[in-house]
């Protein structure tokens, strides 16, 4: 009998030996590599972040580097070849076809589209990277802090979000941009600013995410465990709620990425972000304002717009495969 | 007596605030005057529907929730008037096991940083002793050395207890608050998490203020009991007396109503009518009186005091008051 | 190289149950997408007329993507004209899923019936429940059969009125019903579960009841239609002491009115011991005790159900240390071919290793399922 009873407790203390432990973000991260969306859309990101960042250095162009032709010879020329253009019969090679040289062709101003597709692609990333980290930055302090506080403090900032919320966006980066014309602010550096600005523009919905997430964190019973174990206020924070509150944010981050690609585009596009002649997808999808652009030079204007498309949508299955990995009863 | 905690005229009012200034329109009183004190290595039961207070006693004793008034004395400290920093200090001296075993873990901490996490933060035992001193206590509530680098997603309710259990007793506690301890857990797992209670009391000289809404585990675990309905107690005597010879009306419905398994038996039940009132606006007199079987016309007037009747019986109720 | 191959091992079974899922899924959605199925598919005959359900071998899986979850692993048992069978087991035994089954409310794709009949004794005919089209079917679900959840707060809709939500499966099986006698009809079952002031309560929603009062309104929604069969799934958990004697009352007292069976779910025995007239035992997916609720109580066979009544501690009963089963309740995911309790039962005798014991009649209503009470042969 006693046998029988121990060998069975063997038995199953082997069993569960036996089992391979996961840790959770283990688990995670294998619930996320199950998900072929999110796969796809992590291909996605690291494709143009690798075109983005390391294409410049095997384009043998400039981003502003402007081409001519040699109608004669029908010869190319750069803008850099001081003689070359100097020569009759030269003009600037607008809209050029796809070539050898040009793999997308060149744009209405004789540049050309596939190296600027890199730069554009990399001011546009750089710009929703650092926009994000700001709303983060503040977002998330502010949001802890209204949560973790609650009462007044929480009363008070919940209130200064609803301001924030309350911001007509466009208009009022109309407002800023040509605030920034008037201070002279150079052109290359307008878009510098705008990251600031947005950071600072869009850290409520960030801080309002948090807050609530704070809240019922606070409320579950193992922060009581924690409180009752009379654990320090800082490793309560550090260890409890902000390991448990990071899914989200981070879902919420990858989901920004995404949607300040697309803000980026906007203000581009209205003339309020980057300007000529430096490249961002927005101001490069510009030039579809002209008609005869539009109807016939599609490698000038599709290009940027499929890559924000993209980069749009793989943000976006990423969030979700990432939503999915954190919180498997989310799901559907 | 030798108590280890003394609790008296507890009271927790929730205030109930309403338009746009917050203003303070009534008070939900949870707990509404409650005392009593629980023997060092006993067991005091605390039993209830649910929204008689039950557990905001538990989590004010704690202080987890700020009482409204009232004192608890613990080693001739009222833990109510204590400032944060002594809070602290005693903090390891009072734990809690909850009752959702899956909301009281952390997710994200192996099973030995949620045991040991206060350990250190208390310096229990020194770093040298730590692994084994948790390896021990680990031990002591039935968990394999090997769970220490799991993560509570691994483990079934009664397991998840345990190390709740477990995490509670790593701090040498004298006073643990049990609150609905086993009611989450499947009928062959409650009986192993009621039989380890008991034998850690044994081994620990353990006091536990068991709070439950099933009184058949209530009377197995308990050495005193009280009877809570809506913020008060309406009677507490020891076991014996209060299973055997329960006073108040509403004492004898609880007891009547639990389901007996024995087909054979076919109880002759008081079935109260009606459901309990809202703790917001209880009624006048003796809050009972809507139920009671017994009621009388005092009960809709005047709150009967509670009394002991001899043998360390106290109950609330005008039936006895006569009598006497 | 050792763990290569594991992990080739793991790869190859990960696949092989990707397959069998997606084979069972298709067969599944064919077998749904069916509409006119011939009578005599599903037409059968009860072993016995007196029975309103008869499960024979009924098995319910679950393809899941960690594998088969055999939920519901062979169960046989009869429900009688008018009596109460009670089913008692623990978490995840599969005692709820039966009843899905029964009802034929699986969650699909995953959750099929994948073997195994369920009788359903009709007035005149008997039919085959798990034949049968979803159309056939919803004419049996809610009507013929219906079914009390364990979470009153869940069961009702918070966006209608009490009487909205009780005339609606009235209006719905009986087309020919006016207004007045619907409305008629919502009171009549409102008394009949003990509301005294149903005129009132039909305009209240659901918010505005207590929860006792909420478990009645859904117990007369089961019983709108008059049905033959009433599955009850844990219909006291959630509720008060007090409260649960109340509608424990209420149902004992139903029972005698209405005429109809009942099959209760529950963990508690005592529950149990008050309603059923029979008593089923369930433990990881398979029945392990079943006889009348006496013959259980005074008389149980099966180490489990001994250890069941033992582990809880009853009122004004002296006893010493609480008796307690070893282990944990078992990862319903491959399980053994032995008896699956073996490695918590305490009477564990040599054979238990070998193959899962047969279900043994010990009287004509008592059976069993236990190496122990195996005569020799």
Redesign the interface.
């Known amino acids: 009998m006693a046998d029988i009873k121990k060998t069975n407790e063997q038995e199953q203390d082997k069993f569960e030996q036996s089992q391979v432990i996961l840790t959770p973000g283990q688990l995670i991260a294998k619930r996320f590599f199950r998900n072929k969306l999110a796969i796809l859309g992590l291909g996605i990101i690291i494709a143009v972040v690798l075109f983005c960042f390391i294409g410049p250095f095997f384009s043998p162009y400039g981003e502003y580097e402007l081409f001519y032709i040699n109608e004669k010879t029908g010869q190319e020329v750069s803008m850099y070849d001081s003689e070359g253009i100097k020569e009759e019969g030269v003009g600037v090679n607008v809209k050029a076809p796809i070539s050898k040289d040009h793999w997308l062709g060149t744009d209405a101003d004789g540049r050309d589209v596939f190296t600027r597709l890199m730069y554009g692609g990399r001011i546009s990333l750089e710009f929703s990277l650092v926009v994000t980290f700001i709303e983060l930055l503040i977002g998330v302090t502010i949001g802890g802090i209204a949560g973790y506080y609650g009462g007044k403090v929480d009363m008070i900032i919940m209130r200064i979000v609803e301001i924030f919320y309350c911001i007509p966006f466009v208009p009022f980066m109309l407002v800023v941009s040509s605030f920034m014309v008037a201070f002279g602010v150079l052109p290359q550096d307008k878009i510098y600013y705008l990251m600031i600005i947005m950071g600072f523009l869009n850290w409520a919905g960030v801080a309002r995410m948090v807050r609530g997430q704070i809240l019922s964190i606070r409320e579950m019973d193992y922060m009581m465990a924690a409180e009752a174990a009379g654990i320090r206020t800082s490793r309560k924070i550090f260890k409890h709620l902000i390991p448990n509150a990071i899914p989200i944010i981070i879902v919420m981050a990858t989901m920004d990425l995404g949607s300040f690609i697309l803000t980026e585009s906007t203000l581009s596009f209205l003339g309020v972000g980057l300007a000529f002649p430096y490249a961002s997808l927005g101001n490069m999808v510009n030039a579809v304002n002209k008609s005869v652009i539009m109807r016939n030079y599609l490698n000038i204007w599709l290009p940027p717009g499929l890559m924000i498309l993209f980069i749009v949508m793989a943000f976006n299955f990423i969030g979700d495969g990432l939503r999915d990995a954190f919180d498997p009863k989310m799901k559907r | 007596m030798d108590n280890i905690i003394e609790v008296n005229s507890l009271v927790k009012h929730y205030p109930i605030k309403a338009g746009v200034f917050q203003k303070v329109v009534g008070h939900v009183k949870s707990v509404d005057g409650v005392s009593f004190s629980i023997p060092r290595g006993k067991t005091f039961g605390l039993v209830g529907?649910?929204g008689c207070g039950k557990t905001t006693i538990g989590?004010t004793l704690?202080r987890?929730t700020e009482p409204t008034s009232g004192e608890a004395i613990l080693n001739g400290q009222d833990i109510f008037k204590m400032s944060k920093k002594e809070?602290?200090?005693i903090?390891?001296k009072?734990?809690?096991i909850?009752?959702?075993p899956y909301?009281?873990?952390?997710?994200?901490?192996?099973v030995g940083e949620i045991i040991g996490?206060?350990v250190r933060?208390?310096k229990i035992v020194s770093k040298a002793e730590y692994r084994d001193y948790i390896l021990k206590i680990m031990d002591d509530c039935g968990l394999?050395p090997?769970y220490v680098?799991?993560?509570p997603?691994?483990f079934?309710g009664?397991?998840r207890q345990r190390i709740?259990i477990a995490?509670a007793l790593a701090?040498n506690p004298s006073l643990i608050i049990a609150d609905e301890p086993v009611s989450a857990l499947?009928?062959?797992?409650?009986?192993?998490v009621?039989?380890l209670l008991?034998d850690l009391q044994e081994k620990r000289n353990l006091s536990y203020l068991f709070i439950s809404?099933d009184?058949?585990?209530v009377?197995?675990i308990s050495d005193v009991v009280g009877v809570m309905y809506l913020g008060n107690l309406v009677e507490m005597a020891s076991k014996e007396e209060l299973?055997?010879r329960p006073m108040h009306p509403y004492s004898k419905?609880?007891?009547?109503?639990?389901?007996?398994?024995?087909?054979?038996?076919k109880m002759n039940?008081t079935?109260?009518k009606g459901?309990?009132p809202s703790p917001a606006n209880p009624p006048e007199g003796c809050k009972f009186h809507t139920r009671c079987p017994e009621c009388m016309e005092i009960c809709k007037k005047k709150r009967p005091e509670f009394k002991d009747y001899g043998n360390n019986h106290q109950v609330a109720c005008h039936l006895y008051e006569k009598t006497k | 190289m050792a763990e290569l191959t594991e992990k080739q091992e793991k790869k190859a079974k990960m696949k092989e149950i990707k397959k069998t899922n997606a084979l069972m899924y298709k067969k599944f959605n064919q077998e749904k997408k069916r509409k006119n199925i011939p009578e005599s598919e599903y037409i059968t005959t009860m072993r016995d007329t007196d029975n309103i359900i008869e499960l024979d071998n009924l098995k319910t899986y679950f393809y899941t993507d960690a594998g088969t979850v055999k939920a519901v692993d062979g169960v046989s048992f009869d429900i009688p004209k008018g009596k109460t069978i009670g089913v008692v087991g623990e978490s995840g035994c599969g005692k709820s899923v039966t009843s899905l089954s029964i009802m034929r409310l699986l969650q699909g794709p995953q959750g099929q019936i994948a073997g195994g009949k369920i009788r359903y004794n009709q007035d005149n005919r008997a039919i085959d429940l798990t034949k049968i089209s979803n159309k056939e079917m919803q004419k049996i679900r809610g009507n013929e059969i219906s079914m009390i959840f364990q979470e009153p707060m869940t069961s009702l809709n918070p966006i209608f009125t009490i009487g909205d939500q009780l005339s609606e499966p009235i209006e719905l099986h009986n087309p020919e019903m006016s207004k007045e006698q619907v409305k008629n009809r919502v009171i009549e079952l409102l008394k009949l579960v003990g509301i005294a002031r149903a005129e009132g309560i039909i305009h209240n929603y659901p918010h505005e009841l207590s929860g006792g009062m909420k478990q009645r309104v859904v117990i007369a929604m089961a019983l709108s239609c008059s049905p033959r069969l009433i599955i009850a799934d844990e219909p006291t958990t959630a509720l008060d002491v007090t409260i649960q004697a109340q509608i424990l009352d209420l149902l004992r007292d139903l029972k005698d009115k209405i005429n109809a069976s009942i099959m209760l779910i529950t963990h508690d025995l005592g529950v149990v011991a008050e309603m059923a007239d029979y008593v089923v035992v369930m433990y990881a997916g398979r029945v392990v005790e079943q006889g009348t609720v006496k013959e259980i109580f005074h008389d149980p066979k099966h180490p489990y159900t001994i250890g069941l009544m033992k582990s809880r501690p009853v009122l004004n009963e002296e006893i010493g240390r609480l008796y307690s089963i070893p282990g944990n309740v078992p990862n319903p995911i491959g399980m053994p071919s032995h008896c699956f309790f073996k490695n918590r039962c305490e009477k564990c005798i040599e054979k238990c290793a070998g193959d899962y014991p047969e279900l043994i009649s010990v009287t004509d209503t008592h059976k069993v399922s236990c190496h122990l009470y195996q005569k020799e042969t």
């Open positions: 529907e649910s989590r704690l987890l809070l602290r200090a903090r390891p009072v734990q809690m909850f009752q959702d909301a009281s873990l952390d997710p994200r901490m192996p996490e206060a933060e208390h394999r090997y680098d799991r993560y997603h691994e079934s009664g397991q709740c995490r701090l499947d009928v062959s797992i409650q009986a192993q009621i039989n008991r809404h009184l058949s585990v009377e197995y299973f055997k419905a609880l007891l009547s109503a639990v389901p007996i398994p024995n087909p054979d038996v039940r079935i109260l459901d309990i």
